[in-house]
T-cell receptor, first 114, second 112 residues
Framework: DADVTQTPRNRITKTGKRIMLECSQT?????MYWYRQDPGLGLRLIYY???????NKGEISDGYSVSRQAQAKFSLSLESAIPNQTALYFC?????????????FGEGSRLTVL | AQSVSQHNHHVILSEAASLELGCNYS??????LFWYVQYPGQHLQLLLK??????LVKGIKGFEAEFIKSKFSFNLRKPSVQWSDTAEYFC??????????FGTGTRLQVFP
């Protein structure tokens, strides 16, 4: 089983709909992240969380919100999806006090907004 | 602000050719540098990393990278590529505590 699990893996939705992408991990890591990947733009950080009570905006947080329900769960929400949020979304984790910056990624959630 | 530049967007090679992918970063402090690989349809995996010490670091599958501080570079190399190396490669630099800044990626295609 994957250590970092994302659901759904694929989702097609319409403009204006609310979407939630979920991430759960069994690595026991404190730190969790949401990135989006777009062709030619690489990965860009949306939000990150260093523990359950800590939420931080990344470089492209507008239009997104997150919830850290537990150490192992970190959800990304699009309150009102728009077409330019069509992308591949990755959840990642890292270990506090571990090798700084080494991230462990989920399999990705491909979102299409029509 | 920290940034990472990967100048090769798409590289096409034949098997057994040598590979070098460029990565330059902009960051004034102590850097931790990474190369991640994304095989088709898969998630990103760590290829190699540099924290300190020997500037020539070796990773998995025969890859290596050299940190040249004076040039702010961390180029990825492999002496002889294989078809299975077809993937997208991302350079990354630490942008704060446990926060990575990624380059835009280089797509490598290797033909038999």
């Amino acid at each position: 089983d994957a250590d970092v699990t994302q659901t759904p893996r694929n989702r097609i939705t319409k403009t204006g709909k609310r979407i939630m992408l979920e991430c759960s991990q069994t690595k026991g890591h404190d730190r969790m992240y949401w990135y989006r990947q777009d062709p030619g733009l690489g990965l860009r950080l949306i939000y990150y969380s260093f523990d359950v009570k800590d939420i931080n905006k990344g470089e492209i947080s507008d239009g997104y919100s997150v919830s850290r329900q537990a150490q192992a769960k970190f959800s990304l929400s699009l309150e009102s999806a728009i077409p330019n949020q069509t992308a591949l979304y990755f959840c990642a984790t890292s270990r506090q006090g571990g090798d700084t910056g080494e991230l462990f990624f989920g399999e990705g959630s491909r979102l299409t907004v029509l | 602000a920290q940034s990472v530049s990967q100048h090769n967007h798409h590289v096409i090679l034949s098997e057994a050719a040598s590979l070098e992918l460029g990565c330059n970063y902009s960051y004034g402090g102590t850097v931790n540098l990474f190369w991640y690989v994304q095989y088709p349809g898969q998630h990103l995996q760590l290829l190699l990393k540099y924290f300190s010490g020997d500037p020539l670091v070796k990773g998995i599958k025969g890859f290596e990278a050299e940190f040249i501080k004076s040039k702010f570079s961390f180029n990825l190399r492999k002496p002889s590529v294989q078809w299975s190396d077809t993937a997208e490669y991302f350079c990354a630099v630490n942008g704060g505590p446990d926060k990575l800044i990624f380059g835009t990626g280089t797509r490598l295609q290797v033909f038999p």
